[in-house]
């Protein structure tokens, strides 16, 4: 019976238990999506990452995305993650590889360097919606618990993506942000609305 590698990765940080925390599997090949996704739900992280081997003869990697819920054409913590971990188990030099995703192909460059690895990586293009209309926005602010006063009027409330879309909303503190409760069902009822899933 084969045996996977399942790790859990906290990325943006060197301290334990700190920074933004993702699943990886390394050598996924051969799981059913259905597997992935059990893996995912009961590591339970916002995203898990699964590595496999490109479909794609331009990439040297495929990385599929996961929610505890659906899967996601990309995840930038969970990247950078993935390709940590891939990097520690191979002891691999610094280089840049091409990851195949479901955004699309993507540089990732690897820096090893004093007993470690920075992972670097580069996004598709961006683009920015038109700012979301009223009603919505103050369907988004009441989901997340925000008063108008919280929100910076300077920014729209607007989508933004580079394949993966997320709502943008500037909020005036980072204390704002720590003290946040939102309400997940409320967000979640607003995704069909606006086509995107993430906040």
């Known amino acids: 019976m084969k045996k996977y590698h399942v790790y859990q990765v906290d990325a943006f940080t060197k301290t334990k238990f700190a920074g933004n925390p993702a699943g ?5 090949q051969g799981l059913t999506e259905k597997q992935m ?3 995912t739900r009961e590591l339970n992280n916002s995203e898990t990452a699964v590595i496999l081997p490109p479909t794609n003869s331009q990439a040297d990697i495929k990385i599929r995305f996961f929610t505890p819920t659906t899967e996601v054409p990309i995840c930038g913590h969970a ?9 520690v188990e191979n002891n691999l030099d610094s ?7 479901g955004a699309g192909n993507l540089p990732i460059e690897i820096s090893k360097g004093n007993d470690t690895y920075q992972i670097t990586m580069t996004q598709g293009d961006i683009s ?13 602010l009441s989901a997340l618990g925000l008063t108008p006063d919280q929100r910076n009027q300077k920014f729209p409330m607007a989508i933004a993506s580079t394949d993966a879309a997320k709502v943008m909303i500037a909020i ?6 720590d003290d946040l409760q ?18």
Not at 80 to 87: T, W
Not at 172 to 177: A, D, V
Not at 182 to 199: R, V
């Open 95 to 101: 280089q840049t590889i091409i990851q195949e995703t």
């Open 79 to 87: 990247t950078i993650g993935a390709n940590f971990v891939r990097a």
């Open 37 to 39: 996704q059990q893996i």
């Open 24 to 28: 990886v599997a390394t050598n996924a």
């Open 172 to 177: 005036n503190s980072k204390q704002i942000l």
């Open 182 to 199: 939102p309400d997940l069902e409320a967000l979640k009822a607003i995704t069909p609305d606006i086509n995107c899933n993430g906040y």
């Open 128 to 140: 920015v919606a038109e700012p979301l209309d009223m009603t919505t926005q103050n369907r988004i």
